[in-house]
C-alpha cells in the first residue's frame, strides 16, 4: 500500500555469492538490487580492497537454471504440476506478494471495524486508528521485500506518474490488491457471520441501528456533507503519499530505514484526527473489494447507492489525493538535481 521501494531478494547467503573486480561491469552479473530505491551501503554490497563481493541469487533470476535442472528431471505429471506451479510462483512473485499483503490488510482492519459495530468491544475511535495502522504494518512486513507493500491502487497509479513504479505492472498491481481485498473480506466473512446474524437478526442492513454494512466498506456520519467527505478523502490521502514519497529517500534517515513503520503510525495520526469524517478509505481497494462483496454476501447492490452514491467518493477521491500528494511532494520536498537539457 505504502512503499515503494523495488522488490528486493532476501539477505545475503556465504553460498550464493560471486567476486568481480570493482571496474568491471559485467552485463553476466546484474545487480539484484538495481530495482530498489535504496543506498549503496544498504544493498549489502561489501567492499574489500579492490573487490566487491555481490550477492547473487539464482532461484531470483530472470532464467533460473535450477527450473531448467527440475524440468529435466520431472519424471512423472505430477512433478510437471508441481514445476509448473513453481514456475508460475516464480514468474508472478510481486503480483501474488501484492494479493496476500492486502487481502490480510483488508481482513484485519475490516476486523477491527467489526468488533466496533457488532458491539462485542467498547467502542473507541482510538481502537480503530490503533487496529488500523498495526494492520497497515502487518500487510508491509508481509510483502514489502518483494512488491514493495503499495495495497492500494492510488499509491500504484500515483508512483506510475511519477516515474518511480513501470507502467506495464499497473494493471496487474490493482488487480492483485482488488482480488485481495475481496477475498480479505470473504475470509472475515466466514469467521464471523455468526455475530453478524446475531447483531441484526439474520436480516443484512446496511444502514440504521442494527447497520453492518460498515464492517466491510465505508460510510461517512449522517451529518457529514459530500464536500466535506470529498476533501477528507483528498486531503488525507495526500497526506499519506506525501509520507511515502519522503520516506522513500534514502537520504531521509532514519525514517527511510524503518520505512513501514513510519507509514503504519501515519496512518494512525491521519485516521485520528480526520477520519471521523468520512471513514476515511485513504484505499480505493480497500473499499472496492469489500463493497462488491457484501452486494453478494447478502446486503445487496443498495451499497453501491446509499447516501446518495456515496461508494464514488472512497472509490475516486483517493486518486486525487494521491496525486495531490505526489506533487506537494515534488515542488516542496523533491531535491533531486535537475539535468541539462
Not at 475511535?125 to 490503533?130: G, I, K, P, S
Not at 529517500?249 to 525514517?255: L, V
Request: with cysteine; aromatic share 10%; net charge negative.
Amino acid at each position: 500500500m505504502f512503499a515503494v521501494r523495488g522488490p528486493s531478494p532476501p539477505p545475503p547467503s556465504p553460498s550464493h555469492t560471486i567476486t568481480i573486480p570493482s571496474n568491471a561491469s559485467d552485463p553476466k552479473y546484474p545487480s539484484p538490487w538495481s530495482d530498489t530505491m535504496v543506498d549503496f551501503a544498504k544493498n549489502g554490497h561489501r567492499l574489500h580492497g579492490e573487490e566487491i563481493v555481490m550477492p547473487h541469487y539464482p532461484e531470483y533470476d530472470d532464467n533460473p537454471s535450477v527450473s531448467d535442472n527440475y524440468h529435466r528431471h520431472a519424471s512423472s505429471p505430477q512433478d510437471g504440476f508441481v514445476f509448473r506451479l513453481q514456475q508460475l510462483r516464480h514468474n508472478n512473485r510481486e503480483c501474488l506478494a501484492e494479493f496476500l499483503g492486502t487481502l490480510v490488510l483488508v481482513l484485519l482492519v475490516n476486523g477491527v471495524s467489526a468488533s466496533q459495530v457488532l458491539n462485542v468491544a467498547d467502542k473507541s475511535w482510538l481502537t480503530m486508528t490503533v487496529g488500523n495502522g498495526m494492520a497497515v504494518m502487518f500487510g508491509i512486513s508481509i510483502c514489502g521485500h518483494i512488491s514493495g507493500a503499495h495495497m492500494n491502487p492510488a499509491i500504484t497509479l500515483t508512483l506510475w506518474l511519477f516515474g518511480r513504479f513501470p507502467r506495464r505492472k499497473v494493471p496487474i498491481y490493482c488487480i492483485a490488491q482488488l482480488l485481495g481485498a475481496f477475498l480479505g473480506s470473504a475470509v472475515l466473512y466466514s469467521i464471523i457471520s455468526p455475530a453478524i446474524s446475531e447483531f441484526d437478526g439474520g436480516v443484512r442492513q446496511i444502514l440504521g441501528e442494527k447497520g453492518s454494512a460498515g464492517i466491510f466498506a465505508t460510510y461517512p456520519p449522517i451529518y457529514i456533507g459530500t464536500g466535506t467527505a470529498i476533501a477528507s478523502e483528498v486531503i488525507g490521502t495526500a497526506l499519506l503519499c506525501l509520507l511515502v514519497h519522503a520516506t522513500a529517500h534514502p537520504s531521509n534517515q532514519p525514517f527511510n530505514s524503518i520505512q513501514g513503520c513510519i507509514v503504519a503510525a501515519g496512518v494512525m495520526a491521519i485516521l485520528t484526527s480526520l477520519g471521523y469524517t468520512s471513514g476515511f478509505a485513504l484505499n480505493p481497494a480497500r473499499d472496492i473489494g469489500p463493497r462488491i462483496f457484501t452486494a453478494l454476501a447478502g446486503w445487496g447492490p443498495d451499497v453501491f447507492y446509499a447516501f446518495d452514491y456515496y461508494a464514488l467518493i472512497p472509490t475516486l477521491a483517493p486518486f486525487l489525493g494521491a496525486i495531490l500528494g505526489g506533487l506537494l511532494y515534488l515542488i516542496f520536498i523533491d531535491h533531486e538535481p535537475v539535468s541539462n537539457c
